[in-house]
């Protein structure tokens, strides 16, 4: 009897938890659907749903509709998350089992720029691509996640790769496999969940990283989801309906894509926590 209690008023505590986790939300979704002056009010839910919120956020521009920023964002994103899963996981295959000098003093000096503040590295960066002729493009976006994809993705998959043991390299090299044939056809099977987490990690990251895109780009025909969100308030008559509708989508393809691949990003998470 006690253990049925306990499990009762442990559901009804997750419950109650969930509601107020999911109200900023259901807020949300109710206030896009709302009129302009009905958004002063208390209420959750709109007496009117508005959905022509969405349809006029949608076609807010003539000139641009809201499906031309989101393909401008997922072909940026393609190349960010291709090259930052690809070269975090072969420079993780080299710390992780290759052996070479100074091996230790070069993963010390990787950890070390995790602690380095991202604010510190971004007027020599700037600086560099405005004299390579790069800004207002997306290569000052895209081409650092073909650079090993960022220090935490290469530590998370060393931690996997040194999970596995080095007794299937041996097999494979007795088979005549070469380094690199060791790293696609063993390495990459075994560790898809931490690629798959690095992938959803480097998406959701990049897709938010507002600050990075509105230094970088500055023609609208190049607007990403969340610099078109931006023009909204850049508006004499901010349409706030529209601007939260807007921005609920904008949300979507992360949400879409986290619940798709939740079960392997779950499985990279944990057992990377306990690979050592």
């Known amino acids: ?39 002063r009010l208390p209420t959750i839910w709109p007496s009117i749903p508005m959905w022509e919120n969405y349809s006029k956020g949608w076609h807010f521009s003539a000139d641009y509709s809201f499906a031309h920023f989101f393909g401008n964002t997922l072909l940026m994103e393609l190349g ?11 420079v993780a295959y080299g710390f992780g089992r290759l052996q070479f000098k100074l091996r230790g003093f070069w993963f010390s000096i990787l950890l070390l720029t995790m602690m380095l503040p991202g ?13 390579l002729g790069w800004v207002d493009s997306y290569i000052p976006l895209v081409l650092p996640h073909f650079f090993g994809g960022g220090a935490f993705f290469i530590f998370l998959l060393v931690q996997f790769i040194r999970g596995i043991p080095r007794d299937l390299d041996e097999a494979a ?18 560790i898809k969940p931490a690629l798959v987490t690095v992938a959803i990690f480097t ?36 349409q706030w309906g529209q601007l939260l509708a807007m921005s609920f989508l904008s949300i979507m ?22 690979k050592g």
Do not use: C
């Open 173 to 190: 090299k007795i088979d005549g496999s070469s380094v690199y044939g060791i790293f696609f056809r063993i390495i990459l099977p075994l």
């Open 203 to 238: 998406f959701i990251w990049s897709w938010d990283d507002f600050f990075a895109q509105v230094l970088y780009i500055s023609s609208i025909d190049k607007f990403t989801v969340g610099l078109a969100l931006r023009m909204f308030i850049d508006q004499f008559d901010i």
């Open 253 to 274: 393809p992360s949400v879409i894509i986290f619940l798709f691949a939740q079960k392997y990003f779950v499985e990279g998470i944990s057992t990377t926590g306990l």
């Open 1 to 39: 009897m006690t253990t049925i209690r306990f499990k009762l008023s442990n559901h009804l505590f997750l419950s109650v938890f969930s509601l107020l986790m999911l109200y900023p939300v259901i807020w949300w979704i109710g206030a896009s659907l709302k009129k302009a002056e009905e958004l």
């Open 119 to 131: 604010q510190v590295t971004v007027v020599p960066q700037y600086i560099l691509f405005n004299k």
């Open 80 to 90: 960010n998350v291709t090259g930052g899963v690809l070269t975090a996981a072969l």
